[in-house]
């Protein structure tokens, strides 16, 4: 069965101090690894996928990596509208659907 | 831009009734998921389809069915609402293949009072 855990369950920085996400995972046969935001009240919102081990994606403050056995979500010096829950999902070989882990609530202060 | 759309944002059921949640998305994909969300729970799948009226469960499927007539389509039934189905329930889609992400709706707090 595969399985997520994200870490740590709430991260609280201050505007410009630079942090990573951690989402370890269990899968066999990884077809995929995504990152999602989701600010309060509302649906995921898709960020990244990641496919293979040492793979890189960035989007403006946030860099995702992937190993084979965990994910990074790095935010560079985030701001205030950083803040929402970051969420890791698995695709494994022979599932359709996303495994979620339960997300890292972000805060991030003026 | 993808879009996935839930009928109603908030809804409120009484315990007993028989409840549908409505899901569509425009961008022709073959799958589409239903999940909820909890506190502390995360988000677990509820049921999902990979073609027209075929569906498979979930991790929860107890007290949930499903209907997929047409492929932009996609039902969740509760058939007698119970207070323990109060929850953010989430539809998504997302193309055929297992490295492709999943796009989601906004979502429906539903609440059985």
């Known amino acids: 069965e595969d399985q997520v855990t994200q870490s740590p369950e709430a991260l609280r920085l201050q505007e410009g101090e630079s942090s990573s996400l951690n989402c370890s995972y269990t899968?066999?046969?990884?077809?995929?690894l995504f990152w999602y935001r989701q600010d309060p009240g509302k649906g995921p919102e898709f960020l990244f996928t990641l496919y293979s081990a040492g793979e890189e994606k960035e989007k403006e403050r946030l860099k995702a990596t992937l190993t084979k056995k965990e994910s990074f979500l790095h935010i560079t010096a985030p701001k205030p509208e950083d803040s929402a829950t970051y969420l890791c999902?698995?695709?494994?070989?022979?599932?359709?659907?996303?495994?979620f882990g339960k997300g890292t609530l972000l805060t991030v202060n003026p | 831009d993808v879009k996935v759309t839930q009928s109603s944002r908030y809804l409120v059921k009484r315990t007993g009734e028989k409840v549908f949640l409505e899901c569509v998305q425009d961008m022709d994909h073959e799958n589409m998921f239903w999940y909820r969300q909890d506190p502390g729970l995360g988000l677990r799948l509820i049921y999902f389809s990979y073609d027209v009226k075929m569906k498979e469960k979930g991790d929860i499927p107890e007290g949930y069915s499903v209907s997929r007539e047409k492929k932009e389509r996609f039902s969740l039934i509760l058939e007698s609402a119970s207070t323990n189905q109060t929850s953010m329930y989430l539809c998504?889609?997302?193309?055929?293949?297992?490295?492709?992400?999943?796009?989601f709706g906004q979502g429906t707090r539903l609440t059985v009072v």
């Open positions: 899968v066999s046969g990884l077809r995929g």
């Open positions: 998504a889609s997302s193309p055929v293949g297992g490295g492709t992400e999943a796009f």
């Open positions: 999902a698995v695709r494994g070989g022979s599932n359709y659907k996303l495994t």
